[in-house]
């Protein structure tokens, strides 16, 4: 690992892989030390803030450098979050021949799968979900959407994601939810959030 400080109360951590980024999340978070604000994971990093009247850099700097990863046991994963899917998108029919699977064969894998959200971005509430079939692996489109409608579902490399609302977006579109992934009203706001499992299955 590398650790960068990140102004005088956060350190961004860098990883090789998204996997160990996962892994050290789910330790960190597991075994948080006292005067830790906020863990954000990303693909290849973990941004770090502390306070500063309660610890010091240092010793945030030991409690990362001294934390093992923590690979999850099936049996001590949380109940998956369930969303519902229309499988209707746009370019269902092509990601079944990219992949090579077929419609009912790309419902079949998505449907599979236990996802875990490896990280947010792009917007609020958006999650970008590892774990799935490597057959789904299917590049973004070469021209992105101009607007792609709330609650569209797509895949994109080896993620899939949720759209929380209207926004560009170059994802594969395969479906579309009403699940609400993001609510300002709710606590917390975002349904998908780092190390929450989800399972997709067919309307």
């Not at 979050?81 to 699977?101: H, Q, S």
């Not at 993001?182 to 309307?203: C, I, K, N, Q």
Request: aromatic share 8%; charged share 25%; net charge negative.
């Amino acid at each position: 690992m590398r650790l960068l400080d990140a102004g005088d109360s956060a350190v961004l951590v860098e990883y090789d892989d998204l996997d160990a980024v996962l892994g050290h999340f789910r330790a960190l978070d597991t075994a948080r030390r006292a005067g830790v604000l906020d863990l954000v994971p990303a693909a290849r990093t973990i941004l770090v803030r502390f306070d500063r009247a309660t610890t010091d850099r240092d010793a945030v700097v030991r409690w990362l450098r001294e934390t093992e990863p923590l690979v999850a046991a099936p049996a001590e994963v949380a109940e998956p979050v369930r969303i519902g899917v229309r499988y209707d998108g746009p370019d269902l029919t092509e990601v079944g021949r990219l992949t090579g699977l077929g419609v009912d064969g790309v419902i079949a894998a998505h449907t599979g799968s236990r996802w875990t959200v490896a990280f947010s971005g792009f917007a609020p509430g958006f999650g970008y979900l590892v774990g799935g079939d490597p057959a789904l692996r299917v590049p973004r489109r070469e021209t992105p959407r101009v607007a792609v409608p709330a609650g569209s579902v797509g895949l994109a490399g080896e993620f899939t994601g949720v759209y929380p609302r209207s926004s560009p977006g170059g994802w594969q579109l395969i479906g579309s939810t009403d699940a609400r992934v993001w609510d300002s009203e709710r606590e917390p706001p975002a349904l998908l959030r780092p190390g929450v499992t989800v399972r997709f299955h067919a309307l």
